[in-house]
């Protein structure tokens, strides 16, 4: 597989200009997956939360994805990009990965920095992992290399690439924070930092480029000048990335003790009424995931009809979903912890939505009782709350619906050994 890093200097606010010079680097080169930088199509520097609103666009109807989408098409590649997205009456430092297909995932910066915490909404959606194939492919924006948690879950999920968008200020940091993310989690990481200076609100901002690919032991294996366009990819494989060992007696994975991190999920116990509030805003925000699922399948349903194979269905409500602007995520490995250690046993999950969402194809005579009672383990091993099962073989999909809820999401304390 090949990965690549497009390093530029974009200008500020133009952003058809912004798309037509990515679109030129990225034509300089073949690489299965590119990253650009955070931000790349508007800029960073924005003035004001009026002036970042008037640029912000949709995902994915925005110029910026649709563009992009085109460019991974004629490209035949996948593309992961930083751009300010519109969502609602919010705006969000996202990142997009897109391919031939469209729409492939979408992740909204967690951890703002600096000037974003007024202007930007913090990230709602958690740290996915999406399979394009060649890899898995998790994403991070900038800041978040600072926090060892995100590229962990990304790793726990089995990522094997990690794409970092960035637009980095802070000399050398990232450069060497992504190596020990990559040594640490045996990932590859790929960052795609900006150059040039934006200095628009009073404030001079250098952008530090030194774009970079990481590789599991945390050797850089290309890296980009620190004031100079570059556009370079390099040969990887992911597989590497599936052997956590350090040494012949030590995988970074197998040899973690999580009974011993429960420091690290402490939280503040909320007030009642913040968790009333969170609570409804969980059960509203599942509620849009699960109708656009149900519209999606009505529609596959209606054009299909039944009698096709549960892969085929799978393929296409992917495909409507991905359509409809949501995050898809498709056969995602299940693995089970038994006594601490994380063992794949071979369950994968058809499809998973907005990282919330499981569904469940199935192409049968009619649902029985085992397969809401499989979907409700899926439910409880993954610690999600709610999952869709959905009979493409019915004549009518209302009748081949059946929504399962978890109702004890709480995760198992892990048992410790026994002398």
């Given amino acids: 597989m090949r990965v690549g890093y497009v390093q530029f200097a974009p200008e500020f606010g133009a952003v058809e200009r912004n798309l037509d010079t990515a679109w030129d680097l990225l034509s300089r080169q073949q690489a299965d997956l590119w990253v650009l930088p955070e931000l790349f199509s508007t800029g960073y520097q924005f003035a004001s939360a009026r002036e970042l609103a008037e640029l912000a666009e949709p995902v994915p109807e925005g110029p910026t994805t649709t563009r992009l989408i085109a460019l991974a098409r004629a490209s035949h590649c996948h593309i992961v990009a930083g751009l300010a997205e519109k969502a609602d009456n919010r705006v969000c430092n996202s990142a997009v990965l897109v391919g031939p297909s469209g729409l492939v995932a979408r992740y909204r910066k967690v951890h703002l920095f600096y000037e974003e915490k007024h202007l930007f909404t913090p990230g709602d959606l958690p740290f996915l992992v999406t399979d394009i194939g060649l890899a898995k492919v998790g994403l991070l924006v900038c800041y978040d290399h600072f926090f060892p948690e995100a590229a962990r879950s990304l790793a726990l999920q089995g990522a094997e690439v990690i794409a970092h968008p960035a637009n980095l200020v802070m000399p050398g940091l990232a450069q060497l924070t992504m190596r020990v993310r990559a040594m640490e989690n045996r990932v590859f990481t790929v960052t795609a930092n900006r150059i040039g200076i934006e200095a628009r609100t009073g404030e001079a901002l250098c952008f530090t480029g030194l774009s970079q690919v990481a590789a599991p032991n945390g050797d850089v294996l290309v890296q980009a000048p620190q004031g100079a366009e570059d556009v370079r990819a390099v040969d990887i494989d992911p597989a590497r990335a599936q052997d956590k060992h350090l040494t012949r007696l030590n995988d970074v994975f197998a040899d973690r003790r999580p009974g011993f991190y429960e420091a690290l999920f402490a939280r503040r116990a909320p007030t009642a009424e913040r968790a009333e509030d969170a609570e409804e805003s969980e059960v509203k925000d599942l509620d849009r995931i699960t109708e656009g699922i149900i519209g999606a399948a009505i529609e596959v349903h209606r054009a299909l009809g039944p009698g096709l194979l549960e892969s085929a269905y799978e393929s296409c409500l992917a495909f409507e979903l ?98």
Avoid: M, W
């Fill in 322 to 419: 991905a359509q409809r602007g949501l995050n898809v995520e498709r056969q995602k490995s299940l693995p089970v912890t038994y006594r601490e250690v994380r063992l794949d046993c071979g369950y994968r999950l058809d499809l998973v939505v907005e990282g919330k969402v499981i569904v469940e194809i199935k192409a049968v005579d009619r649902l029985t009782s085992v397969h809401k009672a499989q979907l409700l383990s899926y439910l409880k091993l993954s610690q999600r709350k709610v999952g869709l099962l959905i009979n493409f073989h019915a004549e009518t999909l209302k009748g081949g619906l059946v929504r399962v809820v978890n109702e004890f999401p709480e995760p198992p304390r892990p048992r410790r050994a026994q002398r």
